[in-house]
């Protein structure tokens, strides 16, 4: 059980256009998903948390306009880089939690964006 | 603000041995909690274990258990019997509550090879 999943897994695309990832937790509801970011070999950074039904509360430093997030349901949340430069190319991870999850989270595998 | 340092940023161990993972944070919550993350080439996030702040005892898992010294702020990683697929970076992380959510905040991570 507890299991995320991210789509896509790999994304190129053209500077100036939005991309879209979406986070979906298969086999639970989950109150809390939140959106990381890790650059090749460094740690992760928490960009967002977002709960079902509410605004996302940014971390320091991310640009919300930037990064939308919308968590529509339970069990998916959506991450948007509008206007997408080379600068954002990174890996980008989310994780979820449920009520029952004794405060852990589950991590997404995770989706590769490259921005030509 | 909490912060975790990992004060090693590679170490190497041969199969079957012992190493062992250094952490230290500093936060002045008191009840809180402490993770080690493994981050195989894969790069998908998997729990190695979890400690409770106010738990004396040190969590056990199989083949990992951690030294947890809440007056020094430390939670070590120990690996016992050294497996090829231990192979990873490891990240320490702890668990502080703002605004009702559960944020971790990761350390800078340890990438460990395990040698035939």
């Known amino acids: 059980g507890a299991v995320v999943s991210q789509h896509p897994s790999r994304v190129i695309c053209k500077s100036g256009t939005s991309v879209k990832i979406e986070c979906r937790s298969l086999d639970f509801q989950a109150t809390t998903m939140f959106w990381y970011r890790q650059f090749p070999k460094k740690s992760l950074m928490l960009m967002a948390t977002?709960?079902?039904?509410?605004?996302?509360?940014?971390e320091q430093g991310v640009e919300k306009d930037k990064f939308l997030i919308n968590h529509a349901s339970l069990t998916l949340s959506t991450l948007t880089v509008t206007s997408a430069h080379p600068e954002d190319s990174s890996f980008y991870i989310c994780s979820a939690t449920e009520s029952s999850s004794y405060n852990e989270q589950f991590f997404g595998p995770g989706t590769r964006l490259t921005v030509l | 603000a909490q912060t975790v340092t990992q004060s090693q940023p590679e170490m190497s161990v041969q199969e079957a041995e012992t190493v062992t993972l250094s952490c230290t944070y500093d936060t002045s919550e008191n009840n809180y909690y402490l993770f080690w993350y493994k981050q195989p080439p894969s790069r998908q996030m998997i729990l190695v274990i979890r400690?409770?702040?106010?738990?004396?005892q040190n969590a056990t898992e199989n083949r990992f258990s951690v030294n947890f010294q809440k007056a020094a702020k430390s939670f070590s990683l120990k690996i016992s019997d050294s497996q090829l697929g231990d192979t990873a970076m490891y990240f320490c992380a702890f668990m502080k509550t703002q605004g009702g959510s559960e944020k971790l905040v990761f350390g800078k991570g340890t990438k460990l090879t395990v040698n035939p």
């Open positions: 400690q409770e702040a106010y738990k004396q």
């Open positions: 977002s709960n079902e039904g509410s605004k996302a509360t940014y």
